[in-house]
């Protein structure tokens, strides 16, 4: 008796799959992104205050950031590597700058 072949499993296109799911959690980004930039209602006044809370006065650089990274996800359709040196020297560089900015408000606080 002759063998029964089997039929091999269809690989779906997760390609497709992929890329719309980067797609949409960019512009999901994006739109948060410009929703706090500019304030609106209570989805932007929340972001504002959470990003308000551990940035402090320079919040925007995170809104920025979020704007960054979204254009970034469209762009290559991957997610970034956060640890790369020139990232982390600028991580470096804007906690030095919260931190002079922290200390140099609670003097004037004190005074």
């Given at each position: 008796?002759?063998?029964r072949k089997r039929r091999k499993p269809k690989k779906r296109d997760n390609h497709l799959k992929r890329t719309v799911q980067y797609e949409l959690s960019a512009l999901a980004l994006l739109a948060l992104?410009?929703?706090?930039?500019?304030?609106?209602?209570?989805?932007?006044?929340?972001?504002?205050?959470?990003?308000?809370?551990?940035?402090?006065?320079?919040?925007?650089?995170?809104?920025?950031?979020?704007?960054?990274?979204?254009?970034?996800?469209?762009?290559?359709?991957?997610?970034?590597?956060?640890?790369?040196?020139?990232?982390?020297?600028?991580?470096?560089?804007?906690?030095?700058?919260?931190?002079?900015?922290?200390?140099?408000?609670?003097?004037?606080?004190?005074?």
């Amino acid at each position: 008796m002759a063998k029964r072949k089997r039929r091999k499993p269809k690989k779906r296109d997760n390609h497709l799959k992929r890329t719309v799911q980067y797609e949409l959690s960019a512009l999901a980004l994006l739109a948060l992104a410009i929703i706090s930039i500019a304030k609106l209602g209570a989805v932007g006044n929340a972001t504002v205050l959470f990003f308000r809370f551990w940035m402090g006065e320079w919040y925007m650089l995170s809104l920025i950031g979020l704007v960054i990274l979204s254009v970034y996800l469209m762009w290559k359709r991957s997610i970034p590597f956060f640890f790369h040196i020139k990232l982390v020297g600028s991580y470096f560089i804007i906690s030095a700058i919260l931190l002079f900015e922290s200390c140099h408000s609670f003097s004037f606080a004190h005074k």
